[in-house]
């Protein structure tokens, strides 16, 4: 059974960093893309980053480009995500996932963690 557990959220200062860190377990890591979304409050699940299998390839969304940095570590079975600068408006849940293909979208990851939240003050 596969599973992801998110964690390294917390309560920072406009401006402050945080590193999410997703560990996961149940199948081999090394050969499946990753991704982070995040939800806010009131608003609908929005993509932030992903990585390949082989962390050779990374994108993200337009909001978070420059300030969000993600890697992996396969030999750990861990993704991580450095959150940098950080924005009130970053303020969500963030969840990561699994999937057989990098995606932006959802609905091509099979598996999700349970969420670590994010929050930034002002």
């Known amino acids: 059974q596969v599973q992801l557990v998110e964690s390294g959220g917390g309560l920072v200062q406009a401006g402050g960093s945080l590193r999410l860190s997703c560990a996961a377990s149940?199948?081999?890591?090394?050969?499946?893309?990753m991704g982070w979304f995040r939800q806010a409050p009131g608003k609908e699940r929005e993509f932030v980053a992903r990585i390949s299998w082989s962390g050779g390839s990374t994108r993200y969304a337009d909001s978070v480009k420059g300030r969000f940095t993600v890697s992996r570590d396969n030999a750990k079975n861990t993704v991580y995500l450095q959150l940098n600068s950080l924005k009130p408006e970053d303020t969500a849940v963030y969840y990561c996932?699994?999937?057989?293909?990098?995606?932006?979208?959802?609905?091509?990851?099979?598996?999700w963690g349970q969420g670590t939240q994010v929050t930034v003050s002002s």
């Open positions: 996932a699994q999937g057989s293909s990098s995606s932006s979208i959802g609905s091509g990851y099979d598996y």
């Open positions: 149940g199948r081999t890591f090394s050969s499946y893309a």
